[in-house]
């Protein structure tokens, strides 16, 4: 079975193509919940509400998800409260950003 750990590891494999950063470092992602049976929800958000990868992002992290032992189905809901900031950034994120 997946942990929420393994699914924050699979995640920073999908980058926001505009920025060039990973979903987790670029802390877009607020929530995961992994079901008894193999059903992943992760709540994320995304730079900007107009932002045109919407699509793309989030079917990649869905794909990324389900390639983990024991799951069945991702689902990517975005929300937009809280909105992101750049204080959201990891260290990591802030790195490879150049802050």
Known sequence: M????????ILKEVTDPEIGVN???LGL???VDISTEGEVRVQMTLT?????MHDTITRTAEMAIETLD?????RVDIVWSPPWTPDMLTDEGR???GF
């Open 48 to 52: 900007a509400p107009g932002c045109p």
């Open 2 to 9: 997946a942990t929420k750990d393994d699914v924050l590891e």
């Open 70 to 74: 024991g799951v069945k189905e991702a």
């Open 23 to 25: 979903v987790v470092d």
């Open 95 to 97: 790195r490879l950003l």
């Open 29 to 31: 992602v607020y929530d």
